[in-house]
């Protein structure tokens, strides 16, 4: 599986983006699907997840209630809407993918930060001006 980031940029404090992550390979609606963000001087940090049949979906703290995320397998893509944007969302965010047994498993990988995701995308820069 290969993963296409994209749809970052600058934007004023209180705007809206959204990022994309597209997907190639037979098997990418068979991921789990997170994203991640990591800011200069700052660990990666857990944003969003969503299971492979978009049932099940959680977020990180510090964006729930603004960020939402999506996926549309016709497309083989991810989706993470921003809303009410934050200086302190600046960072460079990732798209990533795992699969696991179950489920549980799967969203137990991407909410715990990240580690032993499957794949991972290149970044996409988001800088929010206050």
């Known amino acids: 599986v290969q993963l296409q980031a994209s749809g970052g940029g600058l934007v004023q404090a209180g705007g809206s983006l959204r990022l994309s992550c597209a997907g190639s390979g037979r098997s990418f609606s068979s991921y789990g699907m997170g994203w991640f963000r990591q800011a200069p001087g700052n660990e990666r940090e857990f944003v969003a997840a969503?299971?492979?049949?978009?049932?099940?979906?959680a977020y990180g703290d510090s964006v729930k209630e603004r960020f939402t995320i999506s996926r549309d397998s016709a497309k083989s893509t991810v989706y993470l809407q921003m809303n009410s944007l934050k200086p302190e969302d600046t960072a460079v965010y990732y798209c990533?993918?795992?699969?696991?047994?179950?489920?549980?498993?799967?969203?137990?990988?991407?909410?715990?930060?990240?580690?032993?995701?499957?794949?991972w995308g290149k970044g996409t820069q988001v800088t929010v001006s206050s």
């Open positions: 990533a993918a795992a699969l696991r047994r179950t489920t549980a498993q799967t969203m137990t990988v991407m909410t715990g930060g990240g580690d032993g995701m499957d794949y």
């Open positions: 969503i299971s492979r049949n978009g049932g099940t979906i």
